[in-house]
């Protein structure tokens, strides 16, 4: 897996959001995209996954062009996302939901029972609507669904947001355990810095649409260097 992002540049009718993103995510690397809120994180992933098409820019997957291609072709199909508030169908049971991810996935291998193993919880709530789980139990369910269709890079938005504490720290742990496992790479959006910590090699901070920093190495542990980013 490689995703070389290049002068991108992506916004809403018109008005420029993402102003020349460029940046590359290695195999098997576990990459934080950080920033506060409205710099264009989510608007970063969501056009990487081709629900937003870019005014002008470069996403190559695997040396494949990805611009022009809808999201549900075979490129970007090893691609899972969890989006920012996690969208579950609450009607649907537990199962349900796995279901519409393995049918979204484009891989022959699925990953159903193995998720059940990272998230027994699901397993044992499987035939409940998803609507009744907890915020942390609907993100779990959210990354399942995203991981039984077995995807190479993983997307996940904000995984920390509206889940307890609690739940915060072993959901970074089950997203560093399937990284390690399954060397599935992940790009992650997040503003908290636990989670931040915990979980990236590396991060690029966002500001206003544009990428303002890479904190590689020894400088992700140091809390001020990445508050910067993140605190008003
Ligand atoms: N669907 C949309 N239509 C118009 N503007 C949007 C839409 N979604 C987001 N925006 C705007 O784009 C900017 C970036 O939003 P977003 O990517 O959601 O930021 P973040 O995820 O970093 O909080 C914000 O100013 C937001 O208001
Ligand atoms: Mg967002």
Known sequence: MTLEISGLNAGYDGTPILRDVSFNVGDGEIVGIVGRNGV???TLLKTIMGLLDPE???IQYNG???TGKAANEHARRSIGYVPQGRDVFPTLTVRENLLVGETVGGDDETRYEQVYDYFPILEERAGQDAGTLSGGQQQML???RALVGGPDLLLVDEPSEGVQ???VQSITEDLEEINDEFGTTILFVEQNLSVIQG????CYAIDRGTIVDEITGDA????ENLEEYLVV
């Open 64 to 66: 494949e062009e990805l």
């Open 40 to 42: 264009g994180k989510t």
């Open 165 to 167: 504490p609690s739940i």
């Open 220 to 223: 992700v542990s140091d809390q």
């Open 56 to 58: 002008s820019g470069s």
């Open 199 to 202: 979980l990236a090699d590396r």
């Open 142 to 144: 959210a990354i399942a």
